[in-house]
């Protein structure tokens, strides 16, 4: 079975601050890590994923994350906050392969606000 | 525009309402999901389909019903709902392997008075 946390339901960062959004994962299996926005009224739209090869990986609109195996994390970073950011982030995993494979498993979800 | 469209927008209906959701992608994928969102929870998954076959029911009431006619259409057909059903329907699309990410709908809001 697999399981995602995200620690912090709500993060607030200034503008031009360091984002770090956190998530850790649970998984008998190696797995595929997702991160996700949510904007206001809207569905959810793909910041970036993890599959194979390398651990540092870059996604839309300057966010990365760095998956690291022994520490079951995926945290999501981005160098500078734009308030264009404001929105709810989810981490996701799912399945490499199996019955399950593709169906992903969401975290609750961090709601990042960022102030002027 | 996402790729995959989600009608009605909003919803509100009674208890002993039946009404339907309707998704569609033109993504040319294979598999099709419906999640439901609530204030405070992770999404939960509810149904998947994939090529059309239901792979996935994550043990929903039966006063939730989905419908698969092909890769391009998925409908909830929603009776005698709860309050608690309450919550936003996502759809969401993908070729259906593990490495593929899903592409959301924007979600029909759906209020059970």
């Known amino acids: 079975a697999q399981s995602v946390t995200q620690l912090g339901s709500h993060v607030s960062v200034s503008e031009g601050a360091l984002v770090l959004l956190r998530c850790n994962y649970s998984s008998s299996v190696p797995p595929y890590l997702f991160w996700y926005v949510q904007y206001p009224n809207q569905g959810l739209q793909l910041l970036l994923k993890?599959?194979?090869?390398?651990?540092l990986v870059k996604g839309i609109n300057g966010f990365e994350a760095e998956f690291k195996k022994s520490e079951t994390s995926f945290h999501l970073t981005k160098p500078s906050a734009h308030m264009s950011d404001a929105a709810e982030y989810f981490c996701a995993v799912s399945a490499p392969y199996g019955g399950s494979q593709g169906n992903l498993i969401f975290g609750k979800g961090t709601k990042l606000s960022v102030k002027p | 525009e996402t790729g995959v469209t989600q009608t009605p927008r909003h919803l509100v209906m009674g208890m002993t309402n039946k009404k339907s959701l309707k998704c569609e992608q033109h993504l040319g994928h294979n598999a099709m999901y419906w999640y439901k969102q609530s204030a405070k929870k992770p999404l939960e998954l509810m149904f998947v389909?994939?090529?059309?076959?239901?792979?996935e029911n994550n043990s929903v009431p039966s006063r939730f019903s989905p419908e698969c006619p092909n890769s391009s259409h998925l409908f909830l057909h929603l009776h005698t709902l709860q309050p608690e059903d309450s919550a936003l329907y996502l759809c969401?699309?993908?070729?259906?392997?593990?490495?593929?990410?899903?592409?959301f709908g924007n979600g029909t809001r759906l209020t059970v008075t």
């Open positions: 993890y599959t194979t090869g390398a651990t």
């Open positions: 969401a699309s993908s070729l259906g392997t593990g490495n593929s990410p899903l592409h």
């Open positions: 389909y994939n090529f059309k076959e239901q792979t």
